[in-house]
T-cell receptor, first 113, second 108 residues
């Protein structure tokens, strides 16, 4: 496998459920990112990890909890989400958190009932 | 505050040339990037300008004027497969800030 892989591609959950999104990159990159993309809105940066350390939390509500066990894997743990959290969640990676291009996964389309 | 402005949509015909503009206002600036996203797909990197001037990569070129806080993406010899959303993005103190995206429709 190559590139950035996200699972699942689609997720429907109730507001009281707990679920996790997974991202895996096979590019040898050291930085990984979570973005939220809502309809008609720009991509919003959520979290940045560089060498497994979180370097950016863009004022994200605590119902979103990231985890980066190693440079190749990134998770987003979800609990008690709200309907407005329905969106496309994109994972990306880059060589480090500088000016290098970011490589994106296809995203997880999340729907909150 | 931080903001990037780009047109919401542009329509052009096959074989034509189209320019997508982006103006930005950020507290810091390290470079202007462009990404392409087809409907339902992942954003893919197109170009990056850190210095003033024109960068050419095949049919696509990108321009930056730091003094004007302005850049553009130029697409030549348009093809149907170029129909997609195009995002400009600015690196501002370590964070990549994206514009709202320009939806390009290429007609036969």
């Amino acid at each position: 496998e190559t590139g950035v892989t996200q699972t699942p591609r689609h997720l429907v959950m109730g507001m009281t459920n707990k679920k996790s999104l997974k991202c895996e990159q096979h590019l040898g990159h050291n930085a990984m990112y979570w973005y939220k993309q809502s309809a008609k809105k720009p991509l919003e940066l959520m979290f940045v990890y560089n060498f497994k350390e979180q370097t950016e939390n863009n004022s994200v509500p605590s119902r979103f909890s990231p985890e980066c066990p190693n440079s190749s894997h990134l998770f987003l743990h979800l609990h008690t989400l709200q309907p407005e959290d329905s969106a496309l969640y994109l994972c990306a990676s880059s060589q480090d958190d500088g000016d290098q291009p970011q490589h994106f996964g296809d995203g997880t389309r999340l729907s909150i009932l | 505050g931080q903001s990037l402005e780009q047109p919401s949509e542009v329509t052009a015909v096959e074989g034509a040339i189209v320019q997508i503009n982006c103006t930005y206002q950020t507290s810091g600036f390290y470079g202007l990037s462009w990404y392409q996203q087809h409907d339902g797909g992942a954003p893919t990197f197109l170009s990056y300008n850190a210095l003033d001037g024109l960068e050419e990569t095949g049919r696509f070129s990108s321009f930056l004027s730091r003094s004007d806080s302005y850049g553009y993406l130029l697409l030549q010899e348009l093809q149907m497969k170029d129909s997609a959303s195009y995002f400009c993005a600015v690196r501002d103190w370590g964070k990549l800030i994206f514009g709202q995206g320009t939806e390009l429709s290429v007609k036969p």
